[in-house]
């Protein structure tokens, strides 16, 4: 067996055979089944990495690489007969230059970690999304992960200057530059960022840091419509250019269910089918008032709260921030993760409802989303296993009429594979297969996710 040789490598009480891997290893948030691993180790540093996965291709033993497990499309879910290696032991911020603005960490070190870390040393991680007590920034650059900040700051891409990485054959690739610019030949580091461990294990990574900012308003508006929705970006972004760093629609189905979940009294006097977290980082206090006073005043904008403190503050991200309970009650999910061009998004989601309502009957679908990302979420709340393919083809048939992706941020795993070629053409899937098989000729790293 693999794991009998592995104690030499990490230490026998970081090996795990099948039977002793604890069940939070065979979890993940979407609640799918996992397989019999062939048992799990968790390696303490890059050399250990290393010489685990050199042992693993030595023999074709297939890997599958975890970090906090907080995923949505499935990859970091073993597999019958996978060996499951944990980034759990590399969670270290190791460094901060805080004259520069830059942080290593370990690609097991848990985002709100490294956040806090940025934050005391007077800088900012500008990178958040709602499983930040649990993801890792290695799974984060794995699945190049979005959230509620990518308007202003980017995706996890935008935040990694240099990685290091464990190829298949346990070859060390360390691209640990901290320069924004850097045209020598090809990019090694993008290979790693959103390829969902299939190219390599990400190990260590240096994050580029922003200043932290200077001031911030809230506000919860509720929108007249869909359109008035993307009228009151446009207008934001006018009105404070480039400070606007969050804005999240929530339809009346999400909203609803995060009042109830969260024990939090609806917050406007009279009832809304959408209301939008708006975030801004202006130094004017008062911009985003007048914004939306002027939003109020064309008939934009029905109703909106401004924070006045930052109990206010949390407040209105504890609405947004519920979708973790909200999926986590549901018995049968499908976690939706699309992206539209923006002004289609209001029909698509009228069409899904529409469509859902009659063909996946007894389903709930939640819906949200990054939407100045373009980017709509749907949980789906199944009424039986057999409603995913009818809803799955609901869903990502009507994003493919669009123009859209069926992944915006989370990534294909094993959830989305079979509707890779609705966002990708023959010619980049057979390109991606071509790149996969150069670096891990025997398909052992994370194998028959993405492909
Ligand atoms: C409540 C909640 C809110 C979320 N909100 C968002 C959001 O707003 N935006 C967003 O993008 N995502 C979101 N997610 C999804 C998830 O948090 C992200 O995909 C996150 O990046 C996964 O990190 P992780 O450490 O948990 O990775 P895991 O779930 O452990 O792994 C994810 C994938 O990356 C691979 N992987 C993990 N670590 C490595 C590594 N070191 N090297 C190579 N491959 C690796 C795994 O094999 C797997 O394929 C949310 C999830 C939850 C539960």
New binding site residues.
Partial sequence: MIIDGLAAVVGAEHVFGPDAVEPRYLE??TGGEAGRPAGMVRPADAGQVSAVLARCHAVGQPV??????????R??LPRAGELILS?ERMAAVEAIDGDAGLMTVG?GCILEVAQNAAAEAGWRLAVD???RG???I??????N????QVLRYGMMRDQVLGLEAILADGTVISSLGSMLKNNTGYDLKQF?IGS??TL????RAVLRLRPPAIGRQTALCAVADYPAAVRLLARLERAMPGQLSAYELMWSDFFDAACAVTGQAYPFADTHELIVLAETESADPDALTAALEESFGDGTVHDALVAQSDRDHQRFWRFRDA??EL?GAMAVVEPFDVSAPIGAIGGLVADLRGRLRVEAPGSRPICFG?IADGNLHLALELASEAQRPIAEAIVYDAVRAVGGSVSA???I?TLKRAWLGHSRSPAEMAMMRTIRAALDPKGIL?PD?IF
């Fill in positions: 993940d948030e599958v690489v975890q970090g906090g497990r907080t995923g949505m499309a990859g970091g980034l690609a999304i709602g499983a649990s993801c890792t290695g799974g984060m650059i794995a699945t992960a979005g959230g509620t790693f969902e461990g390599g294990i990400v190990t979708i973790g999926v990054h941020e989370h990534g795993g994370n996710r």
